[in-house]
């Protein structure tokens, strides 16, 4: 499987990072050699194989619904970067 | 003092011979003296350490002592610990101080450990050489132009060189056994589930265990027993009670099943490693274990089905990362695709975002079933390979991993070549099996590991082969020159 440059820059945009020309070049051949490496898996016939996705087969357990944390809304946003009032501060998104 | 085990320091400190203030005190010293060669912490607790080293004493003084008070231990940097950087070894997290405490942290305070700090570790646990850290890479205490293995190299270098009595480590693919091969200590793996990941910094969801390294199977026995646990925080936790793991050790092995992996000894494996990793197999059969040979067939695979599954999970798990709630935020964003793209850049190291690229392509639209679900399928394959093994035999055992540890940047400009490294260690994280490496001969002068794999919920089993062989021989008794 080889990628080209834009599809770096496709994929890394879907993964919110910015990448500079140079680091997509590199990114290119780095990324090209482990889709190589995973492309090993199309050897093996999986058609009548079930997919594993979690390895003790357990169910999720569900709790009642309740509230149980209380507010520490001060802590939790002590090391925000930027708060104001409570809230976390991102730049203007509605004009 | 330093050189003495848990249950040793213990019983020192319920007859008095030293207050833990005074083992505490040591290490902090001993840190102080060699870790400017090691930089195996990121942050040392001095102040903490010697409150809750006060606390110990005060606890052995009313007889409410148990195994582990007042023993000095330190956390991989992946644990939150209130109050106290938790940083994940990323300039992402640099700035962050966690406002509460992981599970296995609460857990071992409360058992009385006295926490000397965090230590150094692969970038968000991603590597295994310890030289993808922001603070650096550490040296392993063997030979400190060598790498001490990773993603928990801090923990596995810290304890080899006696900076504390044990640490904490994580395992997504081989992240405690094979740091503990390359420095010469004891790491466990345990089950998928056993210990709590809550407060545990999220890699892979479906693959991370935390696990004790330390310097005998015996103190890793006292040291999970402690950690693990029922947490209801963590969906994974399984509800079943603590072994008492030390007290299970007393077992000889007349009899026990022991099954040679075969594809674990095939042309990547380095000669030197092969042969330790035989003589410690005989040594088993000398203490009157069956040895058989075992095929996993599809273990050539696990690396390949690795990853998709552990950068897809990492990609889902590393988007919380945005610069907006915690971590660092990168200056005078234009806008908030902005300020996402360029917090991120900035915080993330190289590895970091070729694994969470790697995800994001596998878990894009049309590639879903191409990537992760063949994955997940093979994943299956690998883990259906165990369960017929297990079927034969009670133990599987091989190398940990297929070279000693090699020279710093050896393996840093091909990550493929780095990935392997984790050969023998992520098939028993696909499976979610509990696995162990333990210190058997050297091979030039530097470590090599036993990997012990046993069928779920057999820690004790694991650790009470690894005990025996330990009775028997002083492999594991082997200190690094210059830190003795």
Not at chain 2, 45 to 55: D, P, S, V, Y
């Amino acid at each position: 499987m080889s990628l080209e440059r834009a599809d770096v820059q496709k994929i890394a945009h879907l993964a919110r990072l910015a990448v500079s020309d140079t680091e997509a070049e590199a990114l290119v051949k780095d990324l090209g050699n482990i889709l190589d490496l995973v492309a090993q898996m199309d050897a093996v016939d999986t058609e009548t194989v079930s997919p594993m996705a979690h390895p003790t087969d357990m169910a999720q357990r569900l709790r009642p619904d309740e509230v149980t944390e209380t507010d520490q809304r001060e802590a939790f946003q002590a090391h925000a970067p930027a708060v104001e009032n409570g809230l976390f501060l991102v730049p203007k998104v509605i004009e | 003092m330093h050189d003495k085990s848990i249950a040793e320091l213990s019983a020192g400190l319920k007859a008095g011979e030293y207050s833990s203030v005074e083992l505490t005190r040591h290490f902090l010293d001993r840190i102080a003296a060699h870790d400017g060669q090691l930089n195996s912490f990121i942050t040392v607790t001095e102040a903490g350490a010697l409150a809750q080293a006060e606390a110990a004493d005060a606890r052995i003084k009313a007889g409410e002592a148990g195994p582990l008070t007042g023993i000095p231990i330190a956390h991989k940097d992946i644990f939150c610990t209130r109050g106290v950087r938790t940083s994940c070894a990323s300039k992402m997290l640099d700035p962050f101080v966690a406002p509460y405490d992981a599970t296995v942290v609460t857990n071992l305070a409360a058992a009385g450990v006295v926490m000397l700090g965090k230590t150094n570790m692969d970038e968000f646990a991603m590597g295994s050489s310890n030289e993808t850290s922001f603070y650096g890479p550490v040296s392993n205490p063997w030979d400190t132009d060598r790498v001490p293995g990773g993603s928990s190299g801090g923990s596995a270098a810290a304890v080899a060189a006696r900076l504390c009595v044990a640490a904490t480590g994580t395992d997504t693919g081989g992240s405690i056994r094979q740091p503990a091969s390359y420095c010469g200590i004891t790491g466990l793996k345990p089950t998928y589930g056993r210990v709590s990941r809550y407060g545990m910094i999220a890699f892979a969801s479906s693959l991370d265990q935390a696990g004790p390294m330390t310097r005998s199977a015996e103190d890793a026995a006292l040291l999970l027993t402690g950690m693990s646990g029922f947490d209801p925080k963590d969906s994974t936790s399984i509800e079943r009670p603590v072994e008492d793991y030390a007290a299970a050790l007393g077992k000889d092995l007349k009899g026990l099943k022991v099954g040679v992996v075969k594809e674990f000894f095939g042309d990547g494996l380095d000669g030197g490693v092969a042969g330790s990793v035989q003589a410690a197999i005989d040594a088993l059969k000398k203490l009157g274990a069956e040895v058989v040979e075992v095929s996993l067939p599809n273990s050539g695979l696990s690396v390949p089905a690795y990853y998709v599954v552990a950068p897809a999970e990492c990609s889902s798990n590393l988007s919380r990362m945005d610069g907006v709630r915690f971590g660092h935020r990168c200056e005078d964003s234009k806008d908030l695709m902005d300020l996402y793209e360029r917090s991120r850049s900035e915080g993330f190291g190289d590895e970091v975002k070729r694994r969470i690229l790697i995800g994001t392509y596998a878990l894009s639209a049309g590639y879903y079933d191409a990537y992760y679900l063949k994955a997940q399928k093979i994943r299956r394959l690998i883990s259906d390979d165990f369960k017929r093994a297990f079927e034969q035999v009670d133990v599987l055992v091989g190398p940990a991993a297929p070279d000693t540890a090699f020279v710093k940047g050896a393996k840093s400009d091909d990550p493929v070549a780095m990935y392997l490294s984790d050969i023998y260690t992520i098939a028993v994280n696909l499976a979610g099996l509990p696995g162990m490496s333990v210190p058997v001969v050297p091979a030039g002068g530097l470590p090599v590991g036993l990997q012990i794999i046993g069928n779920y919920f057999e820690e004790g089993r694991l650790l009470n082969v690894a005990h025996q062989l330990q009775l028997a021989t002083d492999w594991h008794q082997a200190a690094p020159a210059g830190f003795a």
